[in-house]
């Protein structure tokens, strides 16, 4: 026996309501797309609604999951989206819903042939989106005001090699992972060249970062400071 899902139940009944509150005047052409409104809004529940224009009314002659307000039957408000009749995708456009909730909506023309007949629109609340991400961007940033204490920050190495490498590597298209022998030995000779082994036991840091064993960078080193750079 399937297992009753009473949010579906609710869904179905929503739809079928939609349907039988369509109005009666709903042309072939376009009643053939109110499946594809149900299932715009089935797979986006609760977040997408989608309103089927009839250019030849300009009215609204079917509706899913409303949370504008909008209602069958009045007026489409064209205008409102800047139709033309030889566009076929208008949007990715904003609007405010009248909670003051973002809603991003992308519109697409109907037609018969050439003539436009209807357009369908999905608004999407992006409100909850935005909300997630203003979240996310306050856990993440570190106010600018506060900066870091020169108590702690004066003689770390550490993050002033991390940073060198980042940067170095970064000029270069390249991440620490893809680096090859040659490329680890560069850096290390211009690491040297700007100080970076004047810290304590920074020569056994840099070689776990690069994986290379501490005589390597020695070796390195000492063709640094030899002015060449031939192999191992």
Known sequence: MRKH????AQRDAEM???????K???VPELAAYTHICDAITLLFQPYAEVVLHDLATETVVYLTNSFSKRELGEPSLIHEIDFKPS???IGPYEKVNWDGRRIKSVSAVIRAGEKAIGILCINVDVSH???VISTLEALVSVPQSHEKPASLF????HERVNEYIQSWTWERGLSVAE???REKQQLIMDLSGDGAFGGRNMASYISRVLG???ATVYNYLKQSCNGGSGDE
Do not use: T
């Not at 899902?5 to 579906?8: R, S």
């Open 179 to 181: 680096l090859e022998r």
């Open 87 to 89: 566009d076929r995708i």
């Open 16 to 22: 079928r309501k939609a349907r039988q509150a369509a």
């Open 212 to 214: 290379l064993g501490r």
């Open 24 to 26: 009666p005047g709903l």
């Open 5 to 8: 899902d009473p949010l579906k």
């Open 129 to 131: 989106f935005h909300a």
């Open 154 to 157: 004066k003689d770390d190495w």
